[in-house]
């Protein structure tokens, strides 16, 4: 397998290396691309706000100082296990098809190798040569989103703590004492006992239909690469003809990679089988983020984490 030509113009290095400071930091751009837009303005009024700083949105000198200054890109050499899967082809669009699949894993290699670089397939095309070879010893750049630590707690089950390390999410996170999600700026704050903002994630919540619940909730609990339960009576959209329907767990799941549960019947903050359309379209309510910002939001919370949904 080789790497074809890119349909879209090259990322900036600039911007590329500004989303991945931040990703690090933990206020996250969602996907990773090089592109300026809405969702990496929010992300540096985050930081910015975090630090002190005038909230601009841009990546002024100030911000550009207090950002750790990292490599925008990483050469990555492809290993067996970037190939291993098992991947399961394109994912088919009816619940009930996909309740068939033995996992609701990733399409193949490209897609795995996009997500756990926080980037997209395109992305990956425009920072590699057409006809780079995709074989294991070969050597790709990918965004500079390598972690930290990778001591995932020993009570995580293997299959966690390899998705967690897929992902390329550090296991040094900081703890939350509450979450604010806001409606109108349409991202999830990590804040500590003080207050203060210690990390920023872009989400997609509620839609007309199906409006964020405004209030005071609290987390319950977490469940880890769950099983995903169709019920076509929860959606003002389900096709004529649907019925319950169960998937097994995987990254392409409708909730993604972790499940983290409110006291809100029904509502949870929880990954996506699309980074690329986080804070871009609606949901049927719940919180939704990129895969790798939920399982990273995943080691802050715990049972009983507030959870305040505002407008």
Avoid at 166 to 192: C, F, H, T, Y
């Amino acid at each position: 397998m080789a790497i074809a030509a890119a349909p879209k113009a090259s990322p900036s290095p600039e911007t590329l290396q500004v989303q991945v400071a931040l990703d690090r930091s933990g206020f996250s751009p969602g996907v990773i691309d090089g592109h300026s837009g809405a969702t990496l303005s929010k992300a540096l009024k985050g930081f910015q706000a975090a630090h002190d700083l005038p909230q601009s949105g841009q990546p002024d000198g100030a911000t550009k100082a207090a950002l750790t200054d990292v490599a925008g890109t990483v050469d990555y050499t492809l290993t067996a296990k970037d190939f291993a899967g098992p991947f399961v082809g394109p994912m088919p669009s009816k619940p009930a098809d996909q309740a068939k699949l033995p996992a609701m894993g990733y399409a193949d290699a490209m897609e795995q190798l996009a997500e756990r670089f926080h980037t997209t397939p395109d992305t990956l095309r425009t920072l590699n040569a057409p006809g780079t070879k995709l074989v294991a010893g070969a050597k790709i750049k990918v965004p500079n989103v390598l972690p930290a630590a990778t001591a995932y707690p020993e009570s995580f089950k293997p299959d966690w703590r390899a998705e967690l390390a897929l992902l390329n999410v550090s296991s040094d996170q900081p703890k939350a004492a509450k979450l604010e999600v806001s409606k109108s700026q349409g991202v999830l704050r990590v804040l500590d006992a003080d207050g203060k903002l210690l990390a920023q994630f872009p989400a997609t919540m509620g839609s007309t239909h199906d409006p964020l619940p405004i209030g005071h909730w609290k987390v319950q609990g977490t469940s880890y690469l769950p099983t995903y339960h169709f019920n076509p009576a929860l959606f003002w959209d389900a096709k004529p003809g649907e019925s319950k329907e169960t998937m097994k767990g995987g990254p392409n799941s409708p909730v993604g990679v972790v499940w983290m549960d409110l006291d809100k019947p029904h509502y949870g903050i929880h990954g996506t089988p699309n980074p690329e359309k986080i804070g871009r379209t609606e949901s049927h309510g719940c919180i939704r983020l990129t895969n790798w910002d939920a399982a990273r939001l995943s080691l802050m919370v715990k049972p009983g984490t507030p959870a305040d949904f505002v407008e």
